[in-house]
Structure formats: C-alpha cells, structure tokens
C-alpha cells in the first residue's frame, strides 16, 4: 500500500511539470523546421532540448517501475511507455523522438483523472495536427518530387488528412513522409471515434436516467393507488356497522 501511494503521489507530482517539458518540447522540435535560416547552434540546442525532455519522461518511467508494487505487472501492462522510451535509442531520428514523446504525454495524461475526456481529445487533435504538420513539412521541403514546401502547406494537409477528406491538392511524395499520412490518417479516426463513442455514451445515460426517472415516478403513482384503495376499503369497512344500526 505504500509502494502503491508513493507511485500515486509520484505521478501526481510529475504531472504537470513533464506536461510543460512537453511544451518545451514542442517548440525546440518546432523551430528549426519553421525557422529555415536557423543557425547549427540553435539546431544543436534544440536537438539538445529534445534529448533532455525525452530523458525527463525517460527518468519517470524508471521511476514508476520502481515504486510500482508489482514491477513486472506493471511493464506488462505499461508495454507501449517502455516501447515510447527505447524507440529514440535504437535509431537516432527526430521523428521517433516526436512520436516518442507523443505517446509518453498522451500516456500520463490518462492517469490524470481531473483531466476530462473532452480536453484530452482537443488537446489530441492540436497536438497531432501540429506535429503532423511541422513531421511532414520537415521530410517533403527538401524533396524534388514534393509539394509541401510551407508550414501553411502542411498545416492545410494535415488537417484534410486527419479528417480523411484527402483533396489530392498536396500529398508526401517519400516514404516517410507516406508513413507520417498513416499515422495522421489512424489518429483521425480513432479520436473521430472517441469523441462519437462519447456522444453515444452521454445519450445513452440521459436516456437511462429518463427511464430511472419515470419508473421511479410510475413506482410512486402505484404506491399511490395502492393506499387510495387501502384508505377506501378502511372507509367502506368503518360504513358498514353504521349502516347496520
């Protein structure tokens, strides 16, 4: 139990100061992409920036393995956090240490359970489309073949991607860039389902509590008529010695 609640409060505390590293993240990963004329210097310190972040979320898993109760059950069980944290290792790629980052953050922000689903899903949405965009624009500028070639550009087919409305106006030409339209294309229907599972499921508990509402309602009616006939037999019983005499 105490193991168990110093995990709790160690994932209470970290919470929002890796969610702001997770800003930083952001825009050291942001940068470089935008800024075209930046400077090696700038590169290197954002890449630094990144590694740093990555290592934070990194030290937090390690942490929560170590104060987890039943380690084992918990990597088990936190198989996608350890895949989040050693995929940036095997292959020193930006990309992987974005997606990395994305899955860590989304990751402990379930656990928040004041965090509601609605903020989850448009924090999700913005997240995506951003890193999408800034993913793409990175790997399709410098492509002879692409079409791609500003952030609005990116940010235009990120959004007809993640919405899988797919116009053709402008399309990855390389394989990376192909894989990114994947990974925006599953994200936008898995959170187009969310949100509709959501709306069917706030339907459907109104129309529970309607229902609890009126049979609670028809039970109190029949309860009703129940001691009106009570009360009526009572009378008829008291008016039949009278009638006698």
């Known amino acids: 139990m105490e193991q168990h609640s110093a995990q709790a409060r160690w994932e209470h505390l970290t919470q929002r100061p890796l969610l702001a590293l997770a800003v930083v993240f ?21 890449t630094t920036i990144e590694w740093v972040v990555w290592g934070a979320f990194a030290i937090d898993y390690l942490m929560r393995v170590g104060l987890a109760r039943n380690r084992r059950e918990f990597v088990r069980t936190h198989w996608l956090d350890l895949c989040a944290v050693v995929l940036p ?9 974005m997606v990395s980052t994305l899955i860590l953050v989304g990751r402990r922000a379930r ?9 989850y899903v448009a924090g999700a949405v913005v997240g995506l489309l951003m890193f999408g965009s ?5 790997v399709e500028r410098e492509s002879p073949d692409g079409n791609i070639r500003t952030l609005g550009d990116a940010v235009w087919w990120s959004f007809t991607t993640m919405t899988t409305v797919g116009y053709g106006d ?4 390389t394989g990376l860039g192909r894989m990114i339209a ?6 936008g229907i898995a ?3 969310v949100v509709t599972a ?16 009126e049979r609670r309602q028809t039970e109190a009616i029949e309860a009703l008529t129940e001691e009106v006939r009570a009360l009526r037999a009572e009378v008829a019983a008291l008016r039949e010695p009278s009638a006698k005499t």
């Open 111 to 119: 656990m928040a359970s004041q965090i509601q689903l609605t903020t």
């Open 198 to 213: 959501n709306i069917a499921a706030w339907f459907i508990s109104r129309f529970e509590m309607d229902d609890v509402e």
């Open 191 to 193: 959170l187009l389902g």
């Open 182 to 187: 994947v990974g925006l294309m599953l994200s």
């Open 134 to 138: 800034l993913a793409v624009l990175s």
């Open 26 to 46: 952001a825009v050291a990963y942001a940068v470089p992409i935008v800024d075209t004329s930046a400077g090696r210097s700038l590169t290197v310190v954002c």
């Open 89 to 97: 290792i095997l292959q020193p790629l930006r990309l992987l240490r």
């Open 170 to 173: 402008h399309a990855p030409t």
